[in-house]
């Protein structure tokens, strides 16, 4: 069964840095997602992206973050500068079509920041 | 008011024991609806889609009502493997973010 995979499964990194977390969706969809749960939080949306551009954003996808997808398989999520409250694990999703269609997520990235 | 309402639990059941689950939603515009599992420190995984007939998944159930703008999930036989967070996710009408409620825990022993 096709899945959507995440590298790294753990990133460690100073405050400051750029951090770029790594998704690949399942291979037909079309429309992609970056979550994110703080420990101990709910599940919360940062962005959706669709034809190359980002269709929906939340008020935590500041300009400290991007998503691009570079090539035909990537999705990536960059944070320019981290901070302490970055800290979180970050999920990727994605999604045949938009909509009603169900999302399925990856195994998530966890983000320590230090 | 929270877009998506759960009781956190935790609920304790012995194997083999019926629980249900409810959740509410505030926004009447919402769309599509869901339950998610998520075990502890994994991705949410869809358990099933709930439409407005009601749906059945082997041992589990799922009923919406709209005009109470109201989900509940039914788990029959409970399993020790069923000891996990059911997330009730909503689809707004617009756009393609899911809304997530902080969860219920359920704990399932022996």
């Known amino acids: 069964e096709p899945e959507v995979t995440q590298t790294p499964s753990h990133q460690v990194t100073q405050m400051g840095q750029e951090v770029i977390l790594r998704c690949v969706p399942i291979?037909?969809?079309?429309?992609f997602y970056w979550y994110r749960q703080i420990l101990g939080q709910k599940v919360e949306f940062l962005v959706s992206?669709?034809?190359?551009?980002?269709?929906?954003k939340s008020e935590i996808f500041d300009d400290q973050f991007s998503v691009e997808r570079p090539d035909g398989s990537n999705f990536t999520l960059k944070i320019r500068s981290t901070k302490l409250e970055d800290s979180a694990m970050y999920f990727c999703?994605?999604?045949?079509?938009?909509?009603?269609?169900?999302?399925?997520f990856g195994p998530g990235t966890r983000l320590t920041v230090l | 008011r929270k877009e998506v309402e759960q009781d956190p639990g935790p609920f304790n059941v012995p194997e083999g024991a019926t629980v249900a689950f409810n959740c509410t939603y505030s926004?009447?515009?919402?769309?599509?609806f869901f339950w998610y599992r998520q075990d502890c420190r994994k991705e949410p995984k869809l358990l099933m889609s709930?439409?407005?007939s009601g749906n059945e998944d082997g041992r589990f159930t799922a009923q919406l009502n709209r005009a109470s703008q109201y989900i509940s999930l039914l788990i029959r036989d409970s399993k020790l493997s069923d000891s996990a967070t059911y997330l009730c996710?909503?689809?707004?009408?617009?756009?393609?973010?899911?809304?997530f409620g902080a969860g219920t825990i359920l704990r399932v022993k022996s």
């Open positions: 992206f669709y034809n190359n551009e980002i269709s929906e």
């Open positions: 996710v909503v689809l707004r009408e617009y756009g393609n973010k899911l809304v």
């Open positions: 709930v439409y407005s």
């Open positions: 291979s037909n969809h079309l429309y």
């Open positions: 999703a994605s999604g045949r079509t938009s909509g009603y269609n169900e999302q399925f």
């Open positions: 926004n009447s515009a919402s769309q599509s």
